[in-house]
């Protein structure tokens, strides 16, 4: 980190030395590895269905914080906070997911005297609304495909305004992330039962049921630039990733830097995304997300206020550490006026468990260039409540080539028995001609599965 900051306080003049983790899985178990070697002190929260989860054995201390339900652990801000009071923790983190992005939670933080490991609530706010932040970014310069000029909640009234906008259409969550709560929808007729399906998931994975339009590009690539702001005003882009592989909206794996990505389009997002979240008064790490469809021609689409699952392959491409660069920030370090030098290419693979159950064989890869963020490890129950992802291996190396083919030897060395897996489809994943030839759009992969499902019926 010392080449992304100008000078470095003594963390006995940080504002804070107590961090509660307000989070699961490896997102808690990265930031409890950050803290201890800078020092930091660390609080794991849990539920009942995580008491024997790895993030709880590698803090400084455990306290459980409700029912295995989300809604009454993980998302309840009030056992949070109290756990913080009850621990002496400082400062919270809060990882990504469940509250990461919660304006409330944020702002419950700097009520009760706890520093937020992220941008203040106002932010938060500002940027978790879909309609609102769209309408920031617009007045800020950002491109805009078309949406919705608010957000939504009755079907009718969307239907019409979906009528204005244009068929195909995607339906998102306002407050929402990771897919959920999103569908696109192809024609008038499909739409109400769609947006009624979106706004119960929406309720259930947010707490929270508006809805936001957008028109949808049928063929674009999904970048993002990853940006870091200090407390005094300064904004840098450090690095794009391309997330164009993804089957029903989830991300299944990421690479930086961008292959497609010309390098004037690349210097213009970056320019645009620095002076963009410069005019909001941003701080902290956050993340701009386009629709990318050909050399100069690029949208926003959402600013994700926390960090990303896929910040590690920035890292491997940029040698920072965006978690230490988190805790930096809100000491009140400040950045130096250049943007790091990227070096190296790194693609990253999301393992998820198809089952939950007991992890009774574990093998992990390793060696030069390869990377494994996880809280898995052998006896380990995976438990049904939560997310799917259960590990992310990232590998990293000269150029793209030879990281695909590292990639493809490392996924067939990983064993991960007692639980079914997408081993073996990333396995296939990485075999398939488009992907090798970059020819692959944000709707690839979910029109080969529906391909694959087809011909698997037929036979």
């Known amino acids: 980190m010392n080449h992304l900051f100008n000078s470095h306080k003594p963390i006995e003049q940080w ?19 950050a803290c201890r070697q800078l020092g930091l002190q660390t609080v794991a929260i849990y539920s009942t269905a995580d008491r024997n989860a790895l993030h709880t054995k590698l803090a400084d201390s455990a306290i459980c914080i409700g029912p295995a339900n989300a809604a009454n652990s993980y998302l309840n801000i009030n056992n949070i906070i109290t756990a913080a009071q009850l621990t002496g923790a400082d400062a919270i983190h809060p990882g990504y997911g469940f509250l990461s992005e919660n304006a409330d939670f944020a702002r419950a933080c700097e009520e009760n005297n706890l520093i937020f490991i992220g941008p203040n609530a106002d932010a938060v706010s500002l940027l978790g609304n879909k309609e609102q932040a769209r ?50 929808v192809e024609y008038p007729e499909q739409f109400e039962s769609t947006f009624e399906l979106c706004q119960d998931e929406a309720r259930s994975a947010f707490d929270d049921d508006h809805m936001y339009l957008e028109q949808y590009l049928t063929h674009p690539r999904h970048i993002e630039i990853q940006l870091i702001a200090d407390q005094a005003g300064k904004v840098l882009a450090i690095g794009e990733r391309d997330c164009t592989i993804q089957a029903n909206h989830q991300k299944v794996m990421e690479e930086a830097p961008a292959p497609a990505l010309d390098d004037a389009t690349r210097q213009q997002m970056f320019s645009t995304s620095e002076q963009a979240v410069s005019k909001i008064h941003y701080e902290g790490v956050g993340t701009v997300e386009f629709l990318y469809n050909g050399p100069g021609a690029f949208y926003f689409m959402e600013m994700n206020t926390r960090i990303q699952v896929e910040h590690p392959i920035t890292e491997q491409t940029t040698g920072l550490d965006l978690i230490d660069a988190q805790f930096r920030v809100a000491a009140g370090e400040t950045l130096v006026d250049s943007r790091p030098t990227v070096s190296n290419y790194a693609l990253e693979c999301r393992i998820t468990a198809l089952t939950p159950g007991t992890i009774t064989g574990l093998h992990l890869p390793g060696g030069l260039g390869v990377r494994v963020d996880t809280a898995l490890y052998q006896g380990y129950t995976v438990p049904p409540n939560y997310d799917a992802m259960i590990a992310k291996l990232i590998v990293f190396g000269p150029n793209r080539n030879v990281v695909l083919n590292e990639m493809r030897t490392m996924i067939d060395e990983t064993v991960i028995a007692g639980i079914s897996t997408n081993l073996e489809m990333l396995s296939q994943l990485l075999a398939e001609p488009d992907l090798i030839e970059e020819k692959t759009d944000v709707n690839w992969l979910d029109k080969q599965l529906a391909e694959k499902e087809e011909d698997s019926y037929d036979d």
């Open 15 to 33: 504002p804070f030395h107590k961090v509660l983790v307000a989070n699961r899985g490896e997102i808690a178990v990265r930031i409890i590895r």
């Open 135 to 184: 309408e920031t970014m617009k007045q800020a310069g950002m491109p805009l495909v078309k949406g919705s000029p608010t957000v939504l909640t009755d079907s009718k009234e969307a239907l019409t305004e979906a009528k204005k906008i244009g068929f195909p259409i995607m339906i998102k969550a306002s407050a929402g992330g990771g897919g959920k709560g999103m569908r696109v």
